[in-house]
């Protein structure tokens, strides 16, 4: 799907715990538009509490896609991710609803918003005989090859790096041009019309957010959640088991932790993964950051957010 078909979504993002899942529900009434997940550990099925998924309750009757989409010993790419949301995109503009994008995965909402650099299939017989001529010709004089047809590219890649130097030059032989201005190209930004918004907290509040909704994942039975994981059919798959509070709990069932040791650990890992967040969509110009007070409530700044969406 290409990238200006996704530019007719609407974007709500910020760092976790932020209030996104309340705004988005609250919004989506207010624009006749359907929710379609940004996040990627609410992808997966049975983690249920940990990834703080929406219930039924709190999706309030606004159609959410892309929630328990595989299972928790299964893995998905990122570009796979791109095609289901392109799927879902199609699915939702077809009863004539708007899509609006709920969550905050940054390497997702990137995607989205600019594409995938992929570059050019692989070719055997060209990869073949540079190959071949690297060995014969040496890493060095292949490396100033590709600095007289794409300087950009040569200049970061060291010269013994056969496998990235090959493949710059592969690229530049299928397409006559540089690998570096293809990816610059990738870095374009959406256009200024697309509506990409960041809730804002107040530091301290947010602070103290993500540390009390840690506490309710445990009294909801996070720790009973992982214990069923761990006793299901097939074992977690490794970035399942990475997702934070679960790597936490894991390692306490194990003896290697504390349960009062394990709830700091999520929370101050919580607190940087949301630090990291905002570092993120600071770095995309696409998204408008939109402060909210701490005690201003989802209805009130959905209401804003929809008169700025217009």
Same mark, same amino acid.
């Given at each position: 799907?290409?990238?200006?078909?996704?530019?007719?979504?609407?974007?709500?993002?910020?760092?976790?715990?932020?209030?996104?899942?309340?705004?988005?529900?609250?919004?989506?009434?207010?624009?006749?538009?359907?929710?379609?997940?940004?996040?990627?550990?609410?992808?997966?099925?049975?983690?249920?509490?940990?990834?703080?998924?929406?219930?039924?309750?709190?999706?309030?009757?606004?159609?959410?896609?892309?929630?328990?989409?595989?299972?928790?010993?299964?893995?998905?790419?990122? +570009?796979?991710?791109? =095609?289901?949301?392109?799927?879902? #995109?199609? @699915?939702?503009? $077809? *009863? &004539?609803?708007?899509?609006?994008?709920?969550?905050?995965?940054?390497?997702?909402?990137?995607?989205?918003?600019?594409?995938?650099?992929?570059?050019?299939?692989?070719?055997?017989?060209?990869?073949?005989?540079?190959?071949?001529?690297?060995?014969?010709?040496?890493?060095?004089?292949?490396?100033?090859?590709?600095?007289?047809?794409?300087?950009?590219?040569?200049?970061?890649?060291?010269?013994?790096?056969?496998?990235?130097?090959?493949?710059?030059?592969?690229?530049?032989?299928?397409?006559?041009?540089?690998?570096?201005?293809?990816?610059?190209?990738?870095?374009?930004?959406?256009?200024?019309?697309?509506?990409?918004?960041?809730?804002?907290?107040?530091? +301290?509040?947010?602070? =103290?957010?993500?540390?009390?909704? #840690?506490? @309710?994942?445990? $009294? *909801? &039975?996070?720790?009973?959640?992982?214990?069923?994981?761990?006793?299901?059919?097939?074992?977690?798959?490794?970035?399942?088991?990475?997702?934070?509070?679960?790597?936490?709990?894991?390692?306490?069932?194990?003896?290697?932790?504390?349960?009062?040791?394990?709830?700091?650990?999520?929370?101050?890992?919580?607190?940087?993964?949301?630090?990291?967040?905002?570092?993120?969509?600071?770095?995309?110009?696409?998204?408008?950051?939109?402060?909210?007070?701490?005690?201003?409530?989802?209805?009130?700044?959905?209401?804003?957010?929809?008169?700025?969406?217009?």
């Amino acid at each position: 799907m290409i990238s200006g078909d996704f530019h007719r979504a609407i974007y709500l993002t910020g760092p976790t715990a932020s209030g996104k899942t309340a705004v988005g529900v609250a919004l989506a009434r207010r624009l006749g538009a359907e929710v379609v997940a940004m996040d990627s550990t609410t992808i997966y099925r049975r983690m249920d509490i940990g990834t703080a998924k929406p219930t039924m309750a709190e999706r309030g009757g606004i159609p959410h896609h892309l929630i328990d989409v595989i299972e928790p010993w299964e893995s998905a790419s990122v +570009a796979d991710y791109r =095609e289901w949301a392109g799927a879902a #995109v199609r @699915e939702v503009e $077809a *009863r &004539g609803r708007r899509v609006l994008f709920v969550g905050g995965t940054p390497l997702y909402l990137k995607a989205l918003l600019r594409g995938l650099f992929e570059g050019p299939g692989s070719d055997v017989e060209v990869r073949g005989r540079l190959e071949g001529e690297a060995e014969t010709e040496g890493d060095a004089a292949l490396h100033a090859r590709l600095a007289a047809v794409d300087p950009a590219a040569a200049a970061r890649l060291h010269p013994n790096d056969r496998r990235r130097v090959v493949r710059a030059l592969e690229v530049f032989e299928l397409t006559g041009r540089p690998l570096s201005a293809l990816q610059v190209e990738h870095e374009r930004p959406a256009p200024a019309t697309v509506p990409v918004f960041a809730l804002e907290p107040p530091r +301290a509040a947010l602070v =103290e957010r993500i540390d009390r909704r #840690v506490l @309710e994942f445990f $009294a *909801r &039975g996070l720790v009973g959640e992982v214990r069923a994981l761990q006793t299901a059919e097939r074992p977690l798959s490794s970035v399942a088991a990475q997702a934070i509070g679960y790597r936490e709990v894991i390692e306490m069932l194990a003896g290697q932790a504390t349960l009062e040791d394990t709830i700091a650990q999520i929370q101050a890992r919580t607190r940087r993964f949301a630090k990291r967040q905002a570092t993120w969509f600071r770095g995309l110009e696409e998204v408008k950051p939109l402060p909210i007070a701490s005690d201003e409530d989802a209805e009130a700044i959905a209401e804003r957010l929809a008169v700025r969406i217009g």
